[in-house]
DNA sequence: TCTTTTAATCGTAATATTGCAATAAATAAA
DNA sequence: TTTATTTATTGCAATATTACGATTAAAAGA
């Protein structure tokens, strides 16, 4: 227990989950607005714009990263981040897909 | 620690991680879709459909439930659980705000 | 080379989430 | 009233997440 029952889900179902989750904290949520925000970004710029630890916000920009979300690229000893264009379009059309589902007209309740 | 630091965020950082995070197990996924797909449903209905406990179905739609996402109406000894537009409607535009960014033309990475 | 700067990783503690069996509560049906 | 039927709640175990200090790794600059 613990683990989310995954295998008994489609796959869809879980990509749904999967990106949902990404945004599930507000520091990912921070972090994604900065980097819309400039556009570019250092890992550094992220440690003072939301007040958490230096590690904390690797471990954040690390599950971003691992969906694909955002990308880093090394310039000396900084890392650069920025969205990943292609994978949050992607993103983008699954979860509104999801979201923007519309009701039939009959109501039970 | 083991719990998020919501206090050092904007109530609007916290309120899209929030309705993210409802959507972050593909038990909720499926709860929604569902409620969807039938526009009315009772929790039995639920836990046939999906391949969880009982209780671990009621769990989940308590969590969707405390959000306004869903709402339930008593019928006899069955719950009518559906989708509550309203509030469904916030949700919408909050995460599709947030996800519907657009990026900046100049690329740094 | 040595030091500084920057980010990733490791280790660990605290809390949250997931899942389910057992039980309770509430209504319907016999 | 007694017995289903159905959902919520409780209690607990297992795993995940969040956070951070300490350390490591890698490159830049003195």
Same mark, same amino acid.
């Given at each position: ?25 507000? =520091?990912?949520?921070? #972090?994604? &607005? /900065? %980097?819309?925000?400039?556009? $570019? ?7 003072? @714009?939301?007040?958490? =630890?230096?590690?904390? #916000?690797? &471990? /954040? %920009?690390?599950?971003?990263? $691992? ?7 090394? @310039? ?6 920025? #969205? ?26």
């Amino acid at each position: 227990m613990g683990t989310a029952k995954t295998e008994i889900f489609s796959a869809h179902q879980n990509e749904i989950a999967r990106f949902a989750k990404a945004f599930g904290h507000p =520091a990912r949520v921070a #972090i994604v &607005q /900065h %980097l819309f925000k400039t556009n $570019s970004c250092i890992c550094g710029d992220l440690v003072l @714009e939301i007040g958490l =630890a230096q590690a904390t #916000i690797s &471990q /954040h %920009l690390k599950e971003l990263k $691992s969906l694909g979300l955002i990308q880093g690229t090394i @310039e000396g000893t900084k890392v650069c981040y920025c #969205i990943d264009a292609k994978h949050w379009a992607k993103m983008k059309t699954i979860i509104s897909e999801f979201i923007e589902q519309d009701l039939n007209i009959n109501h039970c309740c």
